[in-house]
Nanobody, 128 residues
């Protein structure tokens, strides 16, 4: 079955950087768009960044655009989220997500419902 395993979370101070990684197994990784979402305590899970199946297009939430970068290495079945200039409001559990449909056209979708596979989440805590 499809598995997504995140790594790279931690506790850092404002302005620091972290890189999250998500390794996929159980299907042809290079055929599917991938996304990162996050959920802070008491809040809904929200879209952070997405990358299409080929890696040629990316999209970001306004709150992270210019600070976060999503990328993928199809040879390693892994998607990454480079997070720079972290702020306390970035504190959340970060989830990797895999699109249900292969070779979806257009940008990676920001809607949770198109993602059929989720990782277990990794905690990111940013202190002031």
């Amino acid at each position: 079955q499809v598995q997504l395993v995140e790594s790279g979370g931690g506790s850092v101070q404002t302005g620091a950087s972290l890189r999250l990684a998500c390794e996929s197994s159980g299907r042809t990784f290079s055929s599917y768009a991938m996304g990162w979402f996050r959920q802070a305590p008491g809040k809904e899970r929200e879209f952070v960044a997405g990358i299409n199946w080929s890696g040629k297009t990316t999209n970001y939430a306004d709150s992270v655009r210019g600070r976060f970068t999503i990328s993928r290495d199809n040879t390693k079945n892994t998607v990454y989220l480079q997070m720079d200039s972290l702020k306390p409001e970035d504190t959340a559990v970060y989830y990797c997500a895999g699109d249900q449909s292969p070779f979806r056209s257009g940008n990676a979708n920001s809607t949770k419902t198109v993602y059929g596979y989720w990782g277990q989440g990794t905690q990111v805590t940013v202190s002031a």
